[in-house]
């Protein structure tokens, strides 16, 4: 049996704060730890019948770019449920509101660049 093996290394501050992000998986086609600036993992726990989520960023993540993460990250989830239930209603309408989070931002980045 294959296995596969994600790492994620934080370096934080006096506060515990995100400073780096770095990760690196066994099958990352690039050698080595790449550095990120945030990270979104969400675990189920079938025990508890509930998600467990683990969401760090950097200090220098910038807000637009945190906002477009989230709202990619969604989309994926979307893609995720699409391909794993067949249910299109609930994708669909997961899709819908990523349009919507993405027209707002292109919206709110616009009035900020004039």
Wanted: proline content about 3%.
């Amino acid at each position: 049996m294959k296995k596969s093996e994600i790492i994620f290394n934080i370096e934080l501050d006096n506060k515990n704060i995100p400073e780096k992000i770095f990760w690196d998986a066994t099958d990352n086609p690039n050698e080595g730890l790449e550095e990120t600036k945030a990270i979104s993992i969400a675990l189920w726990d079938h025990f508890h019948q509930n998600t467990l989520k683990i969401d760090l960023w950097t200090k220098e993540m910038p807000i637009g770019e945190m906002k477009r993460f989230y709202i990619e990250t969604i989309s994926g989830m979307a893609d995720a449920l699409r391909t794993a239930t067949g249910d299109e209603k609930m994708a669909g309408a997961i899709d819908d509101l990523c349009r919507t989070l993405s027209k707002n931002l292109e919206e709110e980045l616009k009035k900020e660049n004039s």
